[in-house]
């Protein structure tokens, strides 16, 4: 990651291998290698981690005091807070580059992972800022003060701003990468008695940040329901 980007207010997003990231922290990181594993350290004044520990073909990383994918939140002001620093620091997420294997491509949702990129997303950045808040206004306008979950999608963004030009290589070949795991999710917990919609699964929101500053873009933001099949049969049967 170009430290240059990390230093200007006006960035948007970056995304690099997690390798690189690792060998060349930008600024506000820095790595301690141990015996069996990196641990990567970093200011919590300017920074939001959520990554979960990996493990690579050169070893494991580990985010210290990263919370991890899921970020749980149990009162208004923990939720508050967390609202403040996703608007005001810059959003640190890992996300997969995979691809279709030749010998399984009739399973759809089968995929092997090529590699891990981190991807950057500038909470400052006015646009970016505006999706944030605008997403967890309308997340929290829906589900009427119970406990929910709500999934942050960065795939929009991220696929703008690597373009459709991007490839990796898979076996000397030239491919275009599947992106996974391009999300984090903040679950907020109430301390309702009966949390019914919660319990069966109607308190699940999802909303996507597709600005990536690149190109002539006008943000798009929306919350959408997340109900399982199963969750769906449960209701049935109250």
Sequence with gaps: MKKRESMNPGFVMDIVELESFVNSPPRGFFVESRADCRVVKWDPENSCVFI?????????????NSPGRKVIVRTL????????????????????????????????????????????????HPMIKWEMERGLDMTISSVAGESYSVDVDVSAALQGWVGE??????????????????????????????????????????????????????????????????????????
């Design 52 to 64: 979960d520990e990996v493990q690579t073909s050169e070893g494991k990383v580990i985010f210290c």
């Design 165 to 238: 030009s991007f490839q990796i290589l898979d076996d000397g070949e030239k491919v275009k990468p599947i992106w996974r795991d391009t999300h984090f999710i903040i679950e907020y917990c109430s301390d309702a008695l009966f949390d019914f919609p919660y319990w069966f699964g109607f308190s699940k929101r999802q909303f996507t940040v597709s600005y990536h500053g690149r190109g002539d873009q006008h943000p798009k933001c929306c919350v959408k329901q997340q109900i399982s099949t199963e969750n769906r049969h449960q209701s049935m049967e109250i």
């Design 77 to 124: 002001g923990e939720y508050t807070d967390l609202r403040r620093q996703l608007t005001s620091k810059t959003t640190y997420i890992l996300v997969s580059a995979c691809t279709k294997t030749k010998v399984k491509e009739k399973r759809k949702d089968y995929v092997t992972a090529l590699g891990y990129y981190v991807v950057a997303i500038n909470g400052r």
